[in-house]
């Protein structure tokens, strides 16, 4: 499910910068990435219906390579997904409203600080 209305898709950042603020609000890079494209990851528990839940934003190098800190990447739309051991994330499904409501109000606080970053480019 992409989580759009925040205006994420192009933007331009150096990916220093970039996963300073997503870590602030709780966005992890755990090695999910290669030297092209990049993955921060929220993960949610939901402990009711035992699922895992991970809100993703995805960029790719534009000029350099990751994980360089001074590489310029660019943001695609943030996504929701639900983890199924052992098969991986599926993004087309129905999510729960509270796990979808905590998505957009997570990227809404991170866009703030991102969007208010100095950007590299728009």
């Known amino acids: 499910m992409k989580i759009e ?3 994420f898709e192009g933007k331009e950042y150096n990916f220093g910068s970039l996963v300073r603020i997503m870590e602030k609000h709780g966005f992890v890079h755990a090695e999910q990435w290669d030297y092209e494209r990049v993955s ?6 939901d402990t009711t219906q035992n699922a895992t839940y991970y ?6 190098a534009v000029d350099g390579e990751i994980p360089k800190r001074s590489t310029k990447v660019r943001l695609l739309t943030p996504i929701l997904g639900r983890h ?5 994330v599926e993004y087309d499904e129905d999510f729960p409203d509270k ?3 905590k998505s957009t ?3 809404e606080k991170a866009a703030k600080d991102l969007f208010a970053s100095e950007k590299v480019t728009s």
């Open 5 to 7: 209305g925040y205006d």
């Open 40 to 45: 921060l990851d929220y993960k949610m528990l």
């Open 55 to 60: 809100l993703r934003v995805l960029a790719y």
């Open 84 to 88: 199924y051991y052992p098969h991986g």
């Open 99 to 101: 796990i979808v409501k």
């Open 105 to 107: 109000a997570i990227i």
